[in-house]
């Protein structure tokens, strides 16, 4: 079961670290757009919901790899 789990985690760390890098883009092109936006727009930016997005999705890999180490410590025991 263990070299179902490692690999697992591997993925899971990888979409970690893609979800990041797309959020922290998205998040340098909303501060772009936002010093160039009408100030009487109202709402949020593609961007800004890209970004929370991909942040949101960072938490969801970030508990599944948890739940996943905590399940390959509990079987190690």
């Known amino acids: 079961m263990t070299y179902i789990l490692v690999p697992i985690i591997a993925v899971l760390v990888i979409l ?4 990041l890098v797309r959020g922290i ?8 757009e936002d ?8 709402g949020p930016s593609a961007n ?13 890999y970030q508990a599944a790899a948890v739940l996943v ?6 079987m190690a025991r």
Do not use: E, H, W, Y
Request: glycine letters at 0%; hydrophobic letters at 55%.
């Open 16 to 19: 970690v670290v893609i979800s």
């Open 25 to 32: 883009v998205a998040f340098i092109n909303s501060t772009k």
């Open 35 to 42: 010093l160039n936006r009408d100030p009487l727009a109202t």
């Open 48 to 60: 800004q919901l890209l970004q929370n997005k991909m942040m949101f999705n960072r938490i969801k």
């Open 69 to 74: 180490c905590a399940l390959l410590l509990a």
